[in-house]
């Protein structure tokens, strides 16, 4: 089975704190993602990662940045935290196989709160 | 991407077939119809994908409209643990974007 782990299931920090979200994921995938779901608007993509170093920006980046220097690691951060940025945040991978992109599985998810 | 609608909501008696229907009548040929689902609090699971033929898995089986305007997602017996939003996403192949909706809120009734 796929697994993609996440580093903390629930995070509390401050305005203004620097925030790593980390990812790992067991499956050899190329493809990395992050995620931020809140009520009413379902799933936004933030950036994603088709290989180590490599990074694209999803729908949603502005005050994100993402490291992947492993192929198995993908980490989230938030430079400076604000209260606008309390969600959920998903990491997911998925393989690539002939140019063809295929399903994505999921982390648990890490419950994000600033205050 | 195509867009897809769902119902926002179903009810389904525990053990019970659950059929969950889907509306994709702008897909093109290259886009794949997946499914997830998602239980409280939990990142979204991948349950089954599929293109035009029916597909079956040991979760769910999936049925595709001839025309592929449509699709339902059929779980055999649904148990209690199926309570979760169900999302229908089309995309290509080749796209890294998985568009979540709002799904449909499938609640099982024991």
């Known amino acids: 089975d796929v697994k993609v782990t996440q580093s903390s299931r629930y995070l509390v920090k401050r305005t203004g704190e620097k925030v790593f979200l980390e990812c790992v994921q067991d499956?050899?995938?190329?493809?990395m993602f992050w995620y931020r779901q809140d009520p009413g608007l379902g799933l936004r993509l933030i950036y994603f990662s088709y290989d180590v170093k490599m990074k694209e920006k999803g729908d949603i980046p502005e005050g994100y940045s993402v490291s992947r220097e492993k192929k198995e690691r993908f980490s989230l951060i938030l430079e400076s935290a604000s209260t606008n940025q309390t969600s959920m945040y998903l990491c997911?991978?998925?393989?690539?196989?002939?140019?063809?992109?295929?399903?994505?599985?999921f982390g648990p998810g890490t419950r994000l709160t600033v205050t | 991407d195509a867009k897809t609608t769902q119902p926002p909501s179903m009810d389904c008696a525990e053990g019970r077939a659950a059929n969950l229907p889907c509306n994709h009548s702008?897909?093109?040929?290259?886009?794949?119809v997946y499914w997830y689902r998602q239980i409280h609090s939990q990142g979204p699971q991948y349950i089954i994908h599929g293109l035009k033929n029916n597909e079956t898995n040991e979760m769910a089986s999936l049925i595709i409209t001839e025309d592929r305007k449509s699709s339902t997602l059929i779980l055999p017996h649904a148990t209690l643990r199926d309570t979760a939003v169900y999302y229908c996403?089309?995309?290509?192949?080749?796209?890294?974007?998985?568009?979540f909706g709002t799904g449909t809120s499938l609640t099982v009734i024991p």
């Open positions: 499956m050899d995938h190329e493809n």
């Open positions: 997911a991978s998925s393989r690539v196989t002939s140019g063809r992109i295929h399903e994505q599985y």
């Open positions: 996403i089309v995309r290509p192949r080749t796209s890294n974007q998985f568009y």
């Open positions: 702008t897909i093109s040929g290259n886009e794949y």
